[in-house]
Structure formats: C-alpha cells, structure tokens
C-alpha cells in the first residue's frame, strides 16, 4: 500500500470523556435543535441564517465571532434563527491548499490529526459553553461525525459529497437537520435523490458497526449555484430556480420540502460583496408565490470579523483564510437588514 500509518488515533468515545458538554451546555443543544427542526417543519415562521467563515481557522477568533452574533441573535429573536458555521475541514478540488482545522489546527504549521481532533472539538465546544450556541459544520468525513455529534445542530453535505453513497447513508441516521448541495455541475437531481436517500432508512457499515438507520425527516436542499463546462459560475436562487425545485418537490414524495439558498460560492461567483444583494433578492421573491415563500427557510451566509481574504503569508486574526467573507460591520448591519424584510 502506498500509505504510511503514523498512530493510531483516540475514538470518538474517548474524546468526549477528555472534553464532556455539560448538562446545561446539552439542554442548550436539545433547544437549538428543536428551534431549527420547528423552521425547517413549517411550525416556525422564522428564517434560518447559517452564517460565519468560510473555514475556522483559530480558535480565538472565531470565538470572538461567535461572540458576537449572540447579542444580534437577542435583538432579531422574533424574526431570525443564527446558526453559526464553524467548518471545521474543507473539501479542495484538487486535494491542494489549506484542508481546515481538523488538518491543520495551525494553519502555518504542519498538518496534525491527532492535534487536529482535539482542536475541532475544543472550538465547538467553547462556543456552546460561552455562547450558547450549538453550530455548524461541514460532514466531509461522515466517519468523523461521532467526535462532534453532541455539539452540533446542523450539518451541511457540500457539493463534491452530495453524490457519495457513504454521506447519503451516514446523513439518514443523524437527529439534526443536514443540508444536501446541489453538485458543482448543477444537476439538481443528484441533490433531490441524496435528499431521497437521507430521508430513507437503510443498514449499513459505520466505523466497523452494522448500523440501521431510520431516515432523516430533515434532510433538504441546498442551493448554492453551478460552474459549466467552460469554468464560468451560474446562480440558481433566482425566482425561476426555486419555482423549478417547488416541482421537483411535488414529484416527490419528500418530508418537509426546504431549501437553504448559499448566498456565496457559484450564487455570487465569490464576489463576497453580492452575498447581501443576494439575500434580499430570495426574500423578494418569496413574496411572489406562496409555495415559494413555504419552501424557503433559510440563507447562508460566508462572514468574518474582516472583509476579505487572507493573502498568502499574511496569517490575520479573524479574516477568512480560503474564501473572502464579509467583515462584522457589514454582517451585523445585513442581519438587521434582512429580519426587516421578513
């Protein structure tokens, strides 16, 4: 085999006796959870705003960030859930470049599984405990799930996943919502069937274990736009888009139809700056036919403490390390913005 196996590595089990969620960090989860299970089943009329920086860099700063999203959470409570993004590993086209936390917990060292592991969970944890938030993050590993499973509330499947039978499977026996991508060719119904399958039970093997599942009633859509064959990004959070997957739901059938409109990425051809204009434009367009506005329940949102992203070598507290985000001032203003409009 051409693999070097460096050290074997502590179970999920025992990195949660290292780092335990206290009873209250818990129930804080449990009310996170039933929050957002009650947008995405129709029973709350509130939006959803999955924000925060395209990958975690530090753990000081993206506590700070979160930090800060608390107060504004108090303030639009009547019209907007945050969850917070902590991705934790990022998916790299071509395997190059900087993988997230989980790789390199620091950023300008040497990757670090074993450090890696500990970090990851040392962060959400931290935010749960100081903020009261219980977060989310990108499952790239369906494996790794367990190392964080009692302190997230959402999980996103991305665009390179979405089409993997594993992440189908693993996502039908979550008990938090999980947001499956449209792939980046676009081809909604690679997205509508992973949904199909999360919604569906199934046996399967899981970190040695022959596991049933019973299917994720909250598995849903994710929008987050397309690159063709020539290498040019199309948006698909236009009217005619969601109008488009209002059918595809109807062919069906499909528990609890949603979808959660990726303000960045191929919507916004990383122009980060168009992510607002963006947002408004889905709430506009909600208005316009009411089996769109039942099928919208949420927006994501790429944000930082600084505007922008980091130039190589520049290592900046609290500015985005891979993909520019929006910067704090611009954010907090944009979230007010937007629990106006709804």
Not at 168 to 178: E, K, M, N, Y
Request: net charge neutral; charged share 25%; aromatic share 8%.
């Amino acid at each position: 085999m051409n693999m070097q196996f460096n050290r074997e590595l502590f179970s999920p089990q025992e990195l949660k006796q290292m780092y335990p969620v206290t009873a209250e960090g818990s129930a804080r989860k449990k009310e996170n959870d039933a929050e957002i299970r009650r947008v995405l089943g129709g029973e709350s009329d509130k939006l959803l705003l999955i924000i925060g920086p395209c990958s975690a860099d530090r753990e000081d700063s993206v506590v700070d960030y979160i930090a800060r999203l608390r107060p504004v959470q108090e303030r639009v409570k009547d019209k907007l859930v945050l969850v917070p993004r902590i991705y934790t590993n990022k998916p790299r086209t071509t395997g190059a470049g900087y993988k997230g936390m989980l790789h390199q917990p620091d950023p300008i060292a040497s990757p670090d599984l074993f450090k890696g592991l500990v970090a990851i969970r040392k962060l959400h944890l931290r935010a749960l405990l100081e903020t009261g938030f219980s977060c989310a993050d990108e499952m790239l590993y369906p494996e790794n799930h367990l190392y964080l499973s009692d302190l997230l509330s959402y999980v996103a499947v991305g665009a390179r996943s979405v089409e993997n039978q594993q992440h189908r499977l693993v996502a039908s026996g979550l008990d938090i919502p999980v947001g499956m991508k449209n792939p980046t060719g676009g081809d909604l119904s690679v997205m509508m069937n992973s949904i199909k399958a999360a919604q569906s039970g199934h046996s399967f093997i899981y970190r040695n274990w022959d596991v049933t599942s019973t299917g994720n009633a909250y598995a849903h859509a994710i929008l987050r736009g397309y690159v063709d064959n020539h290498g040019t990004s199309h948006p698909n959070y236009h009217y005619e888009d969601l109008r488009r997957l209002v059918d595809l739901y109807a062919a069906g059938p499909f528990m609890h139809p949603a979808v959660i409109i990726d303000c960045n990425h191929s919507n916004s051809g990383k122009q980060y700056l168009e992510q607002g204009r963006i947002a408004k434009e889905v709430l506009h367009s909600t208005r316009h036919c009411a089996e769109t506005c039942a099928l919208v329940k949420g927006l994501m949102i790429e944000s930082y403490i600084d505007d922008g992203a980091q130039t190589s070598g520049e290592h900046c507290y609290g500015k985005s390390i891979t993909d520019p985000c929006l910067g704090w001032e611009k954010t907090e203003r944009l979230i007010y913005e937007l629990a106006d409009l709804r």
